[in-house]
């Protein structure tokens, strides 16, 4: 369904979200963002009206805001700001990007984004504001908790389970059966084997917990 939208940041990650969603064939009135140094510009040919403080000049009934917010440290800065605008009367669309792949027998938060390419098979759940970024995959039985972020190319295979708040960097892969606790990070190009209980980095090929020295 169509519709207008306000996506709220203007980086890098809102240029993706609004280039999705005019795909899709929203029209996307603008972005907001607290850098007074971006107000003006314009995010894929959408212009940046200001920061948050915009919004009063537009109906919550009418419009519906998307989380432009990224990040590769987890995504508790995208809940938090999505959190004060819904309790304000803010409701958040989701995205799916006309080339991505979703099973019908996979369940997908309302308001989950998935981008360019991605694959999301049969009995995959997807949770709440959960980027599924550029040619990820989250393979059969899959549990991918609230506010993840599956960076581009990222592999999350059958069976796996991650914990809210995690951050699968680009190019790693879960192996199947694994389980990441919430917060868990893992670098670009790891291979994790062995399941995590949460709130670590996790670097390498086998993953395992980076020293806090490094």
Same mark, same amino acid.
């Given at each position: 369904?169509?519709?207008? $939208?306000?996506?709220?940041?203007?980086?890098?990650? &809102?240029?993706?979200? &609004?280039?999705?969603?005019?795909?899709? +064939?929203?029209?996307?009135?603008?972005?907001?963002?607290?850098?007074?140094?971006?107000?003006?510009?314009?995010?894929?040919?959408?212009? $940046?009206? +200001?920061?948050?403080?915009?919004?009063?000049? =537009?109906?919550?009934?009418?419009?519906?805001?998307a989380?432009?917010?990224?990040?590769t440290?987890?995504e /508790?800065?995208?809940?938090? *700001? %999505?959190?004060?605008?819904? @309790?304000?009367?803010?409701?958040f669309c989701? $995205?799916? !990007?006309?080339?991505? *792949?979703?099973?019908?027998?996979?369940?997908?938060s &309302?308001? @989950?984004?998935?981008?360019?390419?991605?694959?999301?098979?049969?009995?995959?759940?997807?949770?709440?504001?959960?980027?599924?970024?550029?040619g990820?995959?989250?393979?059969?039985?899959?549990v991918?908790? &609230?506010?993840?972020?599956?960076?581009?190319g990222?592999?999350?295979?059958?069976n796996?389970?991650?914990?809210? =708040?995690? !951050?699968?960097?680009?190019?790693?892969? *879960?192996?199947?059966?694994?389980?990441?606790?919430?917060?868990?990070?893992?670098?670009?190009? @790891?291979?994790?084997l062995?399941? !995590?209980? +949460? %709130?670590?980095?996790?670097?390498?090929?086998?993953?395992?917990?980076?020293? /806090?020295?490094?």
């Amino acid at each position: 369904m169509s519709g207008q $939208v306000i996506i709220i940041g203007a980086g890098g990650h &809102a240029a993706v979200v &609004a280039d999705a969603l005019l795909a899709m +064939g929203h029209e996307v009135i603008g972005c907001t963002d607290a850098n007074s140094l971006r107000h003006g510009e314009r995010v894929c040919g959408v212009p $940046v009206l +200001g920061d948050d403080s915009e919004l009063v000049r =537009y109906s919550v009934a009418s419009i519906r805001l998307a989380n432009g917010l990224g990040g590769t440290r987890g995504e /508790p800065l995208r809940h938090q *700001v %999505q959190a004060h605008l819904q @309790a304000d009367g803010w409701r958040f669309c989701g $995205v799916r !990007h006309p080339s991505a *792949v979703v099973s019908p027998f996979a369940s997908v938060s &309302a308001d @989950a984004q998935l981008m360019a390419g991605c694959i999301v098979q049969p009995g995959a759940v997807i949770g709440a504001g959960c980027i599924i970024n550029t040619g990820s995959i989250v393979e059969h039985d899959a549990v991918i908790g &609230a506010f993840v972020h599956v960076a581009p190319g990222a592999v999350v295979c059958g069976n796996a389970s991650i914990g809210d =708040y995690c !951050h699968i960097g680009a190019g790693a892969v *879960v192996l199947q059966g694994m389980s990441l606790g919430s917060g868990t990070i893992v670098g670009s190009g @790891a291979v994790v084997l062995v399941s !995590h209980p +949460g %709130q670590a980095t996790l670097v390498g090929v086998p993953a395992r917990p980076r020293s /806090p020295a490094t």
